[in-house]
T-cell receptor
Framework: GNSVTQMEGPVTLSEEAFLTINCTYT??????LFWYVQYPGEGLQLLLK?????DKGSNKGFEATYRKETTSFHLEKGSVQVSDSAVYFCALIAEGRRALTFGSGTRLQVQP | EPEVTQTPSHQVTQMGQEVILRCVPISNHLYFYWYRQILGQKVEFLVSFYNNEISEKSEIFDDQFSVERPDGSNFTLKIRSTKLEDSAMYFC??????????FGAGTRLSVL
């Protein structure tokens, strides 16, 4: 079946540090890939997406590249801020389906 | 900016009781979804709904669950006879197409 694996959290960084959150997936065909973010007390918000191999999604300084050969979609940001503290979810929609399959989420804590 | 609205934010019920969770999707969206997140676990897909019928459902979505779009704006999830293990955060989402799903802030269901 389809699945998404994310690195365990929490990830604790100092402000302006470089962020990587690893995400790998298992799916047949060509899924669409997503990163969602959940701030405290709020719902899931789409952060970025990529729909085909080698696509790069980007938003608010975050980036992720769809790597078909390594089945990965790692999230990166060059300089994190305290306001980036949240839970980040990697997810996919398998080809021909509509359901999002989520990873377990990674909590990011950024300290001033 | 349009948003998905869920009510109530917190629902407390006794085991065996029926509950209805309510959602108002974004007005021009065509696809509607329910997900749930048991505390400490992954966000899990329950059901998707399109053109007044279920288009996809997971193994979790058994006969105890039903969905309805009773009018042009609301989308509801009914649990007929709640169990302790139904305690979770329930998220509604909607989308215009297969790609981006917009989530509500969730309803926390506590079954006592």
């Amino acid at each position: 079946g389809n699945s998404v694996t994310q690195m365990e959290g929490p990830v604790t960084l100092s402000e302006e540090a470089f962020l990587t959150i690893n995400c790998t997936y298992t799916a047949t065909g060509y899924p669409s890939l997503f990163w969602y973010v959940q701030y405290p007390g709020e719902g899931l918000q789409l952060l970025l997406k990529a729909t085909k191999a080698d696509d790069k999604g980007s938003n608010k300084g975050f980036e992720a590249t769809y790597r078909k050969e390594t089945t990965s979609f790692h999230l990166e940001k060059g300089s994190v801020q305290v306001s980036d503290s949240a839970v980040y979810f990697c997810a996919l929609i398998a080809e021909g389906r509509r359901a999002l399959t989520f990873g377990s989420g990674t909590r990011l804590q950024v300290q001033p | 900016e349009p948003e998905v609205t869920q009510t109530p934010s917190h629902q407390v019920t006794q085991m065996g009781q029926e509950v209805i969770l309510r959602c108002v999707p974004i007005s021009n969206h065509l696809y509607f979804y329910w997900y749930r997140q048991i505390l400490g676990q992954k966000v899990e897909f329950l059901v998707s709904f399109y053109n007044n019928e279920i288009s996809e459902k997971s193994e979790i979505f058994d006969d105890q669950f039903s969905v309805e779009r009773p009018d042009g704006s609301n989308f509801t999830l009914k649990i007929r006879s709640t169990k302790l293990e139904d305690s979770a955060m329930y998220f509604c989402a909607s989308s215009w197409d297969r790609d981006i799903q917009y989530f509500g802030a969730g309803t926390r269901l506590s079954v006592l």
